[in-house]
C-alpha cells in the first residue's frame, strides 16, 4: 500500500496504474485514457513537479510522493492557463489539452520566461492531433507573460463580430479538465461491457458457445446474433455491417463483434471474453483489390467484390484530344491506408429509461446514430436519445457506429446502464481508416501547357464493408482534376470490398488521394514544357466563370488564382520549395439532400443556440455564438450553446464534408437577423422571454451522371495553394498556405484548422501508415508516425478574402478538409527538386523522416 498525496489530498492506494487510480477511485477525468502505452501525453500528471504520463506510472513507486493534476491548479493559474489557451486559439477537440497544460506548468515553474524552442521541447511528450502545436506553443509563452505581468483580461462581457478572433466559448472547462467526454460518465449500478472479436480476417463461423462466459461470477449477460431483436446489418448507405455476426456467416476483418458481454467489473467483463469458445474454420482472405476481382474469387458480399456506386465523370473526346496533344504523361500513383490517430478512444454509455433509451457517445452525427440503434432494437426512433459528449477528434473516423449500439443492445437486455470503452488497441483493430488508393493517370497539354485531356481510373480498397467508400470513391472521381480548366475527362472509379479493415471517411474524403496524383501530373508536364512548376498551374488555374472538371460553373467566389499569386514568392524563395494547389467542396453535394436546422430560445435574459451539429474540434460552439453576436449585438455573456442531443436539438445532419460553417452557420444567421429584428421593437432581451426562432437552410445539388451541360454539384469549393520548403538536410524547414475559404467566421479557427491540416499532411506525405500483415493490424499509436511539436517548421498561413460578402454566411466556406489537400505532393515536389527522384507512391520514401516509417 503506498501512501501519497493528490492535489494535496492523502491518498492510499494499491497495486495498478495512476491513470486507473485516478480516474477510477478519486473521479478526476482530466488525466484521459488515450493510447494507454505512454506515448500520447493526455493523462499527464505532475509527480514531484515532473511531467509524467499516468498510464505508465505504477502505484508502488509514489509512497510519499505528490502528484498534481490540472483540478490541483491555484486559482490564479487556472485563470491564466483559460484565458492563453482560448485567447490564442490552442484549444480545438480538447481531449489532449490538461495534459499540454500539466506539461507547460511544468516548464513554466522552472523557466517563467521560456523561448519558443524550450516550449516545443516541453511539449515533446504531448501529441495533438488537431492544432499543428503552433497555436498551443503560442499559448504556453502568452501564458508566461500572463503570469509576469499581471491581468487577464474578461472577454466574455463585449460582442463580437465576425472576422474577429474571438476566443473559443468552449476553451476553459476543456483547459480545466471540466469537459466531459463520453468516457468521463459514470452512472450507480452501470455495468462495463466488451466484445469479442473475430480471431481472423475471414473465418467461418461454426458455433459460439457463451455458456461458461455466463456462468462466471460477475457477469451479467453475454449476447450474440440471436440477441439482436430488430435489424442485424447496418450502414450509412449499405445495409452490410454485422451488429453481431451470426453461427453458419463468415466473419469479414478482425474487428467483427462476435459477442458481448455485460458485467459488473471491467475486469471480469474481459475475463469472460477469454471463457467464450468458438467453433471456426479459418478461410484464405482477400487481402487487396487485385485478389478481391480475381476471376473466381470468393464474394465477400452477396453482390459481389464491388462497392455499387456511380463514379463514372465524362466530358468532351478524351481520346482526340490526347492523340492531339504536345504532350503527354502517363503515370500510376499509390496512396496507403492511414489511420485517424484520433486522441480519444471510442466509448458509450447507455441507459435504459422509461420507454427507451438514452445514450451519451461521441459521434459525429446524433441522429445518424439514432437511426442505427434505432432499426437494431427496433424500436420507433424518437424511444431512442442519444446524446453528444465532447468528441476528442473524429476527422471522419467516428462517422460510423463503433460501440454506441453495442452498449445500446446490452442495455436494452439488461435493463441496466452500460458503458463501454474501446482500448486504443481496439480502436485500431475496429474503426475505419483512410482508403488506399491506386490512381492511373493520362494527362495531356497543348504546346502553351494548357491542359486538354485527362483519362483517369482509380481503384479503391474499401475493405470488409461498404461505409462511406462509395461517397469518398465520388469525391475522388469528381475532384480527380483539382481546380484546373479540362474540357475533356474521362474518369472513372472502382471501390473493391477485401478482408482488410473498413476504410470510410477521413478528412479531405478521398480528394488528398486523387490531388497527389494530379498534381504530380502536373510536374510532369511542366518539365516536358521547361516552364516552372508556378507556371504550369497559373496557366491553368480556374477562375470565376471556368468549367470545372466535373462540369460545374465555378462560382464568382472562386479566388483560387489568387491564392497562387499569395504563394508566389515564397515558391521562388528557395530551389526546394514544393508547391500545389488543391480544391474540396462543402457539403454533401451531388444530389444527396443537405439540410442544417437551427432553433434559438430566449431563457433567463440568455439566447441559447440549439443545434445538433457535432463539435470534434472545429469550433461549432464558437463559430454559431459569434454569429448570433454579431448580427444581434449581444454580448457574448449572453449566448449559450446546447450541446447535440436528439431530445432538444434539431437535426443539423452530420459533421461532415466541411458543412457545418456553411449551413448551420447559416441557418444560425437566419435566426439571429429574426432575433435582431424583435430586439430593435422590444428593447432588450427580457421582453422577448420564451420567444423561439427556428429556421433551416437547405441547397439542391445535381446527382452523379447528371446530363446537364454544367451540373452544380456541389454550393461552394474552398481552394487553396500551399508551399512546403526543405532545408540543405532534406528536411521540411518552412511552409506557406494560402487559403481561399471565404470570409471567416473566426480566423483564429480558420488558421487552426489550416495549421492541423498542415501537420497532418507533413504524416500522410512523410511518415503515416497503417502496416498489415495477413489482414492483422501492426501498429501500435506510438509507431503510427505521427508529428510532435519539436517536429514542427514554422508554418505561415495567408488567408484570401473576397471583397464583398457572399449570399451564404457572410460568404464562408468550408476549411477543415482543404488544408490537409495540397501537403502530400507539395512535399513531394520538394523532394523532386532536392534530389531528383520522382515518387508516385505515400508515404514517400528516401526521405530524412523514411525512419519513422
Not at 486507473?20 to 505512454?38: M, P, Q, V, Y
Not at 506510472?57 to 502528484?67: E, F, H, Q, Y
Not at 502545436?133 to 462581457?157: H, M, N, Q, T
Not at 480566423?747 to 499532411?761: A, D, H, N
Amino acid at each position: 500500500m503506498s501512501v501519497f498525496t493528490v492535489n494535496g489530498r492523502r491518498v492510499e492506494a494499491g497495486e495498478g496504474v495512476l491513470l486507473d487510480f485516478l480516474r477510477d477511485e478519486l473521479k478526476i477525468t482530466s488525466a484521459k485514457r488515450g493510447c494507454g502505452e505512454g506515448a500520447c501525453g493526455t493523462c499527464m500528471v505532475l509527480v514531484d513537479g515532473r511531467a509524467m504520463r499516468a498510464c505508465v506510472v505504477s502505484l508502488d513507486g509514489l509512497a510519499g510522493k505528490a502528484v498534481l493534476t490540472v483540478e490541483g491548479l491555484s486559482e490564479r493559474e487556472k485563470a491564466v492557463y483559460a484565458w492563453a489557451f482560448g485567447r490564442t486559439g490552442a484549444v480545438q477537440c480538447g481531449f489532449c489539452t490538461p495534459g499540454m497544460v500539466i506539461s507547460a506548468k511544468a516548464l513554466l515553474d522552472r523557466r517563467p520566461d521560456p523561448t519558443r524552442p524550450e516550449v516545443k521541447e516541453a511539449l515533446k511528450g504531448n501529441i495533438c492531433r488537431c492544432t499543428g502545436y503552433v497555436k498551443i506553443e503560442e499559448a504556453v509563452l502568452f501564458a508566461a507573460r500572463a503570469f509576469r505581468e499581471g491581468l487577464v483580461p474578461d472577454e466574455a462581457s463585449r460582442a463580437w463580430k465576425i472576422g474577429e478572433p474571438m476566443p473559443r466559448v468552449d476553451a476553459a472547462p476543456k483547459v480545466l479538465g471540466a469537459a466531459r467526454f463520453a468516457d468521463d460518465f459514470s452512472l450507480p449500478s452501470m455495468l462495463h461491457g466488451a466484445v469479442l472479436r473475430s480471431p481472423v480476417p475471414r473465418a467461418l463461423i461454426r458455433s459460439i458457445d457463451v455458456s461458461a462466459a455466463r456462468a462466471l461470477p460477475g457477469v451479467v449477460a453475454v449476447l450474440t446474433w440471436k440477441d439482436v431483436p430488430g435489424r442485424r446489418h447496418l450502414g450509412h448507405l449499405v445495409q452490410d455491417w454485422p451488429v453481431l455476426v451470426a453461427e453458419g456467416e463468415e466473419s469479414h476483418y478482425v474487428g467483427d463483434a462476435l459477442a458481448l458481454v455485460a458485467a459488473e467489473t471491467a475486469p471480469a467483463a474481459r475475463q469472460a471474453l477469454e471463457a467464450v469458445r468458438l467453433d471456426y474454420e479459418v478461410l484464405e482472405p482477400l487481402l487487396s483489390p487485385e485478389e478481391a476481382l480475381a476471376p473466381g474469387a470468393p464474394q465477400i458480399h452477396p453482390g459481389g467484390n464491388l462497392v455499387d456506386v456511380q463514379t463514372r465523370v465524362v466530358r468532351g473526346d478524351v481520346e482526340k484530344a490526347l492523340a492531339e496533344a504536345a504532350h503527354v504523361v502517363t503515370r500510376t500513383y499509390r496512396t496507403q491506408r492511414v489511420e485517424h490517430a484520433f486522441l480519444e478512444p471510442e466509448s458509450a454509455l447507455a441507459e435504459p429509461v422509461e420507454g427507451g433509451l438514452t445514450v451519451i457517445t461521441g459521434g459525429q452525427g446524433v441522429y445518424d446514430d439514432r437511426r442505427g440503434i434505432a432499426a437494431m432494437l427496433g424500436l420507433a426512433p424518437e424511444r431512442v436519445r442519444i446524446v453528444t459528449a465532447l468528441v476528442g477528434g473524429g476527422f471522419g473516423g467516428k462517422e460510423d457506429l463503433s460501440v454506441q449500439h453495442h452498449a445500446a443492445l446490452m442495455a436494452w437486455i439488461t435493463g441496466r446502464p452500460v458503458k463501454l470503452t474501446l482500448s486504443r488497441d481496439e480502436s485500431l483493430r475496429v474503426h475505419p481508416k483512410r482508403h488506399p488508393m491506386t490512381m492511373e493517370y493520362t494527362t495531356g497539354c497543348d504546346g502553351e501547357g494548357h491542359i486538354t485531356a485527362q483519362k483517369i481510373r482509380i481503384t479503391s480498397d474499401t475493405g470488409a464493408y461498404a461505409s462511406l467508400g462509395g461517397p469518398v470513391l465520388q469525391r475522388a472521381c469528381t475532384h480527380a482534376t483539382g481546380p484546373y480548366r479540362t474540357a475533356n475527362v474521362d474518369i472513372e472509379g472502382r471501390g473493391v470490398y477485401t478482408n482488410n479493415v473498413p476504410c470510410g471517411a477521413f478528412r479531405g474524403f478521398g480528394v488528398t488521394q486523387s490531388a497527389f496524383a494530379l498534381e504530380s501530373q502536373l510536374n510532369l508536364l511542366a518539365e516536358a514544357l521547361g516552364i516552372s512548376y508556378w507556371e504550369i498551374r497559373r496557366r491553368n488555374v480556374v477562375v470565376a466563370g471556368d468549367v470545372l472538371g466535373n462540369g460545374q460553373i465555378a462560382g464568382p467566389d472562386t479566388m483560387m488564382l489568387e491564392t497562387l499569386l499569395a504563394a508566389k514568392e515564397a515558391y521562388k524563395s528557395s530551389p526546394y520549395a514544393g508547391i500545389a494547389c488543391g480544391m474540396k467542396n462543402s457539403g454533401l453535394g451531388v444530389g444527396v439532400p443537405d439540410v442544417s436546422r437551427v432553433r434559438l430560445e430566449v431563457r433567463g435574459g440568455q439566447v441559447t443556440v440549439y443545434t445538433s451539429a457535432a463539435c470534434m474540434g472545429q469550433g461549432i460552439a464558437t463559430m454559431t455564438s459569434q454569429i448570433v453576436s454579431h448580427v444581434t449585438g449581444l454580448s457574448l455573456s449572453k449566448i449559450v450553446h446546447s450541446g447535440a442531443d436528439t431530445a432538444l436539438t434539431p437535426d443539423a445532419g452530420t459533421s461532415t464534408a466541411s458543412r457545418q460553417t456553411v449551413f448551420t452557420g447559416e441557418a444560425t444567421r437566419r435566426c439571429a437577423e429574426e432575433l435582431r429584428s424583435d430586439l430593435a421593437s422590444a428593447g432588450d432581451l427580457e421582453a422577448l422571454e420564451g420567444r423561439t426562432y427556428y429556421r433551416e437552410f437547405s441547397f439542391e445539388s445535381d446527382p452523379m451522371g447528371s446530363d446537364k451541360a454544367h451540373p452544380v454539384s456541389h454550393i461552394a469549393y474552398a481552394f487553396a495553394t500551399q508551399v512546403f520548403i526543405l532545408d540543405e538536410s532534406g528536411k521540411v524547414c518552412r511552409v506557406v498556405a494560402c487559403h481561399d475559404s471565404g470570409r471567416p467566421i473566426n480566423p483564429l479557427s480558420v488558421e487552426g484548422q489550416i495549421e492541423g491540416g498542415v501537420v497532418m499532411g507533413l504524416g500522410y506525405a512523410l511518415t503515416e501508415t497503417f502496416p498489415m500483415e495477413g489482414g492483422l493490424p501492426r501498429a501500435r499509436y506510438g509507431t503510427l508516425g505521427l508529428w510532435r511539436a519539436t517536429e514542427i517548421p514554422p508554418i505561415e498561413v495567408i488567408l484570401v478574402e473576397p471583397e464583398s460578402e457572399g449570399d451564404v454566411v457572410f460568404g464562408a466556406k468550408g476549411v477543415g478538409e482543404i488544408a490537409l489537400v495540397p501537403p502530400a505532393p507539395a512535399i513531394a515536389l520538394a523532394y523532386r527538386r532536392f534530389d531528383g527522384k520522382e515518387r508516385t507512391e505515400l508515404p514517400l520514401k528516401e526521405t530524412p523522416y523514411s525512419r519513422k516509417i
